[in-house]
């Protein structure tokens, strides 16, 4: 039996974008294959993929040379329109109903292994923080985000959009924004454009307890971005952690390089230990 098309999947099981769930569905097998291919040569890899909906990127997943790929979807109205698509590849598809956000997805599959994902935009973010804590896990990760999100990823210091994110995923991983989508690509179009930032994990990536300590002085930075460091800081060792860093305390977080907050998740460490 010949696997339907997508449009005829989609009406078969009358399956719509959900709002609630942050869902837009991109449909368009032109750009699925251009993501796709923002993985580099799949062959071999453990793919996982977020939030497939109707399957118009999984298809393209699937026609490329990845070993194997793993959907996590959690809304149940599209199960068995991905389970009718994991019959055509019963070796290759399979299908994760979970809540993507209480998952640990590195455990899915061996390694190597990628994330690529048109994100739902209401989790995103999260979702990006909680694999930066296991970017070790990950080969690379070709992720959709609202256009503005990407930018930020990929901000540098002194500009507006440079901020918390941009320095946790800059600290673990070389990252670009490396397509975008306009609105009428996707259905329904969502009010803003999108874009793909794809993130390579670097080599070397910090321990979980020196994440959780960038964690804490990037909120504490950012939360307060207008103050002086020296005040923002404050309850983390301010004007003193800032002296040991050698960095000015009249500075303001949007400032600072990577490696300078690296520096002081370092030392906020090293404090908190002794």
């Not at 569905?25 to 909906?53: H, K, M, N, Q």
């Not at 070993?67 to 994991?86: H, M, N, Y």
């Not at 454009?193 to 321990?207: D, K, R």
């Amino acid at each position: 039996m010949s696997l339907p098309s997508l449009k005829e999947s989609i009406q078969a099981y009358g399956l719509d974008a959900k709002k609630s769930l942050g869902q837009h569905f991109l449909l368009d097998p032109g750009i699925c294959a251009r993501i796709v291919t923002l993985g580099g040569d799949l062959t071999g890899r453990s793919v996982v993929e977020i939030g497939p909906g109707p399957g118009g990127l999984t298809r393209a997943l699937l026609d490329s040379p990845a070993s194997r790929v793993d959907a996590v979807e959690i809304d149940e109205r599209a199960w068995p329109l991905l389970e009718e698509l994991a019959g055509h590849y019963p070796d290759r598809l399979h299908i994760i109903r979970q809540d993507a956000l209480k998952l640990d997805a590195a455990s899915l599959a061996p390694a190597p292994r990628q994330i690529i994902a048109n994100l739902p935009y209401n989790v995103a973010t999260p979702l990006l923080v909680g694999w930066l804590r296991q970017a070790h896990s990950w080969e690379r990760l070709s992720l959709m985000f609202q256009l503005e999100v990407a930018e930020r990823i990929c901000a540098e210091p002194d500009t507006s959009a440079y901020g918390r994110l941009a320095v946790l995923a800059q600290w673990c991983a070389s990252c670009s924004v490396a397509l975008r989508i306009p609105p009428g690509a996707f259905s329904p179009p969502p009010k803003v454009h999108s874009a793909v930032a794809v993130l390579i994990p670097h080599a070397e990536q910090p321990a979980p307890e020196l994440f959780r300590a960038m964690e804490r002085v990037t909120a504490a930075a950012f939360g307060q971005r207008r103050k002086m460091l020296r005040s923002s800081l404050k309850s983390i060792g301010g004007e003193a952690l800032l002296d040991a860093a050698g960095i000015e305390p009249t500075r303001r977080a949007e400032t600072l390089s990577v490696a300078e907050f690296g520096r002081l998740a370092e030392l906020h460490l090293a404090r908190s230990r002794a």
